[in-house]
């Protein structure tokens, strides 16, 4: 596969790895984040870990956006299929993050509700017009990746007048996100340098993390998401970590440029506005920090077609989600993670989301952890 | 959630906006709705049914290049 | 000419079947007249044999002194045709390699069928042909079998149970819980072409070359490796779950971890392609004629010279070794020359497709 099989050379990974040993000074410790969930699992999908040397550590931020929702939004989207008997679409991701209750909507499936896995908005819009006699609601998700083609499909609607089909929209904004990373509660930030999300990036440019990386003086490279890509940044990381300087850095120029795409900006701008506040799980009540559909596209807005009222969100008590998201905790550092809380039997949604921290490690990487204590790999 | 992945137009059908795709040989279509001047041969990076971005080619061979460079230096340590 | 029709009455008691525009109805399921003809002119015609032709509601045989294998299974696949096969082929096929699994040289066959009302007749003879056709190619008879039939709405076309019976040769002890530290893991061909065939059909993908399903039966393949190495530790087939959920399976059976090596993995450029595009790891994609080996070191290359010329061989590797370790987990040495873990499957990836 062109441009993808590339970026996973063994050859290139060995000669990273060793100018990463090369550039690293044993004196000190480089803290990394990697912001998007995505990079988290290309670092355990591929093993990065073990061609890092000691004093790097990856630090798991909260770029997961089934992650960063409430499971609130979840009691919602179930109670408006139940309430209304509406059709819901939703991405595949959403549907075992848990909810209130032990609840979810794949459960709430299996109990009779229409819920169907959506791979693309269009699909429920299509759902919407093979079924004009019931009401069809798209759960968007997302950073801004995801944005745009949900502002195409609002447009469509509006443009065939479509009646029955809705979007409960919970997009969320990544500079947000890294604004709250930035500026921790108790001001205890350690974390040295931000590898920035790829496809974000796409969208959004390079240009709006330049006020993070002057303000607040972390060095930050957007990266690819193949492996070699965020080997690479994990280099040019390190090499501004030594010299001191903060600037933010384009690896993936392949598809990233400074401004980013600004017909899918224009798009997002013309359909959504930012609301004042959105709660995040873990990190609180943040000021525009999401996204809302504007006016003149209200009609098209499940929360004003649909209201519901839910209770306030009950997370589970031991669940360390919120500390996770934040990179203050390691997934084996929460109480639950491997007894109760497995991909199976999912307690949080870090350990059912395809790019949460949680799963990474457990799918990939629970053979690292201490609690095990074995070294197999150079046995037998 | 956020993966897209570099694919190569086959064909642009102007007045629905969209592309044929094919990723290693496997053929899909695509919303064009978010990029401009999509012409056959280019690669572009889609996600949920849209293409987001074109791929810079040129930037792609210039990352490469710089990986063969190390590859080769690396060998001969 | 009343003497004529009463002759050809005896003869063949029921009239032919409309195989050509009829269809499935709650009837043939209710063992009367009607069950009795679509058994005779469908099943019957086209599983031909002697056991089969006894009539009787078992089938009597007699077995040579010595062990038997019997395993079975239930294909409830949709779609119900797909490249490369059909939930008829795969019924034989898959029944058959559990057996050949055993190391047995695999003999009979029963088949039971689930028919949905409405169910057009020659899609079930087109399934019914495939599946005499595949039992032939693999060496077995089908002797036995039952319809029952359920109403419109209760089933998917067809659901197939197939059980099998196999003998094996006195020097072959498979079983999963043999792997000892040290033994090298062998891979007969390349992953996830059943799996993805049955998805890029479901999902409406077009690909430049077809996608086949590797539906096929491995007894033979399994016999030329006997012949070389009776003394192989076990066999197993990846199916539902693929290559992860086999080597977890015998991981957990044996308590030993194991280790394989991504680059080694044989895999199908174009189902790699797909893997990517549905967000599929190939690990766990399913297979359907291939095999994992688990044998003493010593005999690994020597095996696989042997696979390697027989025509379901051809791709085979050596994937990896096994490992002493009590938690037994599954590791993989990435492209990259990091490690991560090969996971049970959470969930399911594919629905339907076995």
Request: with cysteine; charged share 20%.
């Amino acid at each position: 596969m062109k441009y993808i099989d590339e970026f996973r050379q063994r050859d290139v990974a060995q000669a990273l790895a060793s100018e990463i040993k090369k550039t690293v000074r044993p004196d000190r410790f480089y803290r990394l984040m990697e912001f998007c969930g995505g990079h988290t699992h290309a670092i355990f999908r591929y093993g990065l870990p073990d061609l890092m040397p000691d004093n790097v550590e990856f630090i798991h931020g909260p770029g997961c956006p089934v992650c960063v929702l409430p499971s609130s939004c979840i009691d919602r989207a179930i109670e408006r299929v139940q309430g209304y008997d509406a059709i819901l679409c939703t991405y595949a991701d959403m549907l075992r993050v848990p909810a209130s209750g032990g609840s979810s909507l794949f459960k709430a499936k299996a109990a009779g509700a229409d819920i169907r896995m959506v791979y693309s908005p269009f699909d429920a819009l299509k759902i919407s017009q093979d079924n004009p006699q019931r009401q069809v609601i798209f759960l968007a998700i997302g950073f801004e990746t995801t944005t745009p083609p949900t502002a195409v499909v609002i447009k469509q609607a509006a443009a065939i007048k479509q009646p029955n089909f809705s979007v409960d929209c919970n997009h969320v904004l990544t500079p947000a996100a890294l604004l709250a990373i930035l500026t921790p509660a108790d001001g205890q930030l350690n974390i040295d340098g931000f590898i920035g999300p790829s496809h974000v990036s796409t969208v959004i440019g390079s240009e709006p993390y330049e006020f993070f990386a002057r303000t607040y003086k972390k060095p930050m490279v957007i990266s690819g998401f193949e492996p070699l890509d965020v080997m690479q940044s994990i280099l040019m990381l390190i090499h501004q970590i030594n010299r001191e300087t903060y600037c933010v850095e384009n690896q993936y120029s392949r598809a990233v440029t400074p401004g980013g795409n600004r017909k899918a900006q224009a798009l997002m701008a013309e359909v959504f506005t930012q609301t004042k506040s959105f709660e995040w799980r873990g990190l609180g009540h943040l000021p525009h920090s999401a996204l809302q559909i504007r006016e003149n596209f209200s009609a098209y807005d499940a929360n004003l077609r649909f209201p519901v009222e839910t209770a306030p969100a009950s997370e589970v008590k031991s669940c360390r989600c919120p500390e996770i998201i934040r990179g203050i905790k390691k997934p084996h550092q929460c109480k639950l993670f491997g007894t109760s809380c497995t991909p199976e039997n999912p307690l949080g949604a870090c350990m059912v989301s395809s790019e949460g921290a949680c799963a990474a490690y457990w799918s990939y990487g629970r053979f690292r952890d201490p609690r095990y204590k074995i070294n197999t790999i150079n046995e037998a | 959630m956020c993966l897209a992945m570099p694919v190569q137009v086959i064909s642009v059908d102007v007045s629905a906006d969209t592309a044929k795709v094919s990723l290693g040989g496997i053929l899909k279509e695509v919303s064009l709705a978010l990029v401009d001047d999509v012409s056959v041969g280019d690669y572009l990076l889609i996600h949920v049914g849209f293409a987001l971005n074109k791929l810079d080619e040129d930037e792609a061979t210039k990352t490469l290049e710089t990986f063969a460079e190390l590859a080769r230096l690396h060998a001969m340590e | 000419m009343k003497h004529k029709s009463i002759t050809s009455t005896i003869r063949t008691p029921f009239n032919r079947l409309d195989i050509k525009n009829g269809r499935v109805e709650l009837v043939h399921g209710s063992g009367g007249r009607a069950s009795a003809q679509l058994i005779e002119m469908l099943f019957k015609t086209h599983f031909d044999n002697d056991l089969l032709a006894q009539n009787n509601d078992q089938a009597l045989f007699a077995v040579d002194a010595g062990r038997l294998v019997m395993t079975t299974d239930s294909y409830v696949v949709s779609p119900l045709f797909f490249p490369g096969g059909d939930i008829g082929s795969l019924a034989v096929h898959g029944t058959v390699n559990d057996l050949a699994m055993g190391g047995a040289v695999p003999l009979y066959l029963s088949v039971a069928f689930i028919l949905e009302e409405g169910l057009a007749l020659k899609v079930l003879e087109k399934i019914v042909i495939s599946m005499a056709r595949a039992a032939t190619e693999a060496g077995v008879k089908i002797i036995t079998g039952d319809t029952k039939v359920v109403e419109r709405g209760k089933g998917d076309g067809v659901y197939i149970s197939s059980t099998g019976i196999g003998r094996v040769p006195s020097a072959v002890n498979f079983s999963g819980d043999q792997a000892q530290p040290g033994d090298a893991i062998i891979l007969s061909g390349s992953l996830g072409d059943h799996g993805i065939a049955i998805m890029s059909h479901r999902e409406n993908l077009q690909f430049e070359t077809q996608i086949v399903s590797d539906s096929a039966s491995l007894a033979d393949l399994v016999a030329c490796m006997i012949e070389v190495v009776p003394g192989i530790r076990c066999l197993r087939d990846p199916t539902r779950g693929g290559l992860a959920t086999t080597l977890n399976e015998l991981a957990q059976q044996s308590r030993v971890g194991m280790l394989i090596h991504e680059n080694t993995l044989p895999i199908k450029p174009q189902v790699s392609a797909a893997c990517e595009l549905l967000g599929l790891d190939p690990l766990y994609v399913a297979n359907e004629g291939k095999l994992v080996c688990i044998c003493d070191p010593n005999d690994a290359r020597k095996l696989l010279s042997v696979m390697r010329q027989h025509p379901l061989g051809q791709d085979a590797s050596i994937i990896g070794r096994v490992l002493a370790d009590e938690h037994a987990f599954v590791q993989m040495e990435t492209l990259l020359g990091g490690y991560r873990m090969v996971d049970w499957l959470s969930g399911e990836q594919l629905p339907r497709i076995c």
